[in-house]
Structure formats: structure tokens, C-alpha cells
Nanobody
Framework: VQLVESGGGLVQPGGSLSLSCVAS????????MSWYRQAPGKERELVAT????????DYADSVKGRFTISRYNAKKTVYLQMNSLKPEDTAVYFC?????????WGQGTQVTVSS
């Protein structure tokens, strides 16, 4: 089982980035997928989450209206579109898959928002 994030990088304030997380989970379509982030010296926090069939999504208040989570089950991929980025969005972003008692994490991708 493996989750691999990509798409991070350096972007100026107000810019956009699109993160992807590809899973090797055989039953990816059963899993709720989420994006978390962890900034230096801070706890890991939930950014966005999406149900297994994309019926429901939820976002942290700090990113509502700016970030969009989506998934494509046929490609076993979950996405995070990030717009209007702010310096406080700087963090390592992780994807997580969860289903019943199972939980899997990716290794993270760095997002840095700076001029």
C-alpha cells in the first residue's frame, strides 16, 4: 500500500498550485481521502476531506473558498487545487486514505508560499 504526493513547490502569494496523490490501494474507491498539512513547529491539521464517491467534501475554515478537493477513482488519485495562496499556507502537505480501521499516509510534499 502506497500513497505518493506530488505537485508541491514554491509559489508567490496569490498564486495557485495543484497537488496530486496517487494510491496503490486496490480498493481505493472504498476509502475516504483527505489532505492534511503540517507547518514547522505546529501540529498536523486537516485541510480537506472527500468521501469515497465524492458525495461530500469538507474544508478547514482557513481554506474554504480557496482550496478544492476532488478525486478520480478510476485513476486512484485525489487532488487538491489551491488558489489564492497565502504565506500561512506554507507547510508539508500529506494525503491520507481511511476506511474502517485502516489508515494510510503519504510521505508529504512541501508547499512554500513566499515572494
Amino acid at each position: 500500500v502506497q500513497l505518493v504526493e506530488s505537485g508541491g513547490g514554491l509559489v508567490q502569494p496569490g498564486g495557485s498550485l495543484s497537488l496530486s496523490c496517487v494510491a496503490s490501494l486496490f480498493t481505493f474507491s472504498n476509502y475516504r481521502m483527505s489532505w492534511y498539512r503540517q507547518a514547522p513547529g505546529k501540529e498536523r491539521e486537516l485541510v480537506a476531506t472527500i468521501s469515497s464517491r465524492s458525495d461530500t467534501t469538507d474544508y478547514a475554515d482557513s481554506v474554504k473558498g480557496r482550496f478544492t478537493i476532488s478525486r478520480y477513482n478510476a485513476k486512484k488519485t485525489v487532488y487538491l487545487q489551491m488558489n489564492s495562496l497565502k504565506p500561512e499556507d506554507t507547510a508539508v502537505y500529506f494525503c491520507k486514505g481511511s476506511w474502517l480501521a485502516k489508515e494510510y499516509w503519504g510521505q508529504g510534499t512541501q508547499v512554500t508560499v513566499s515572494s
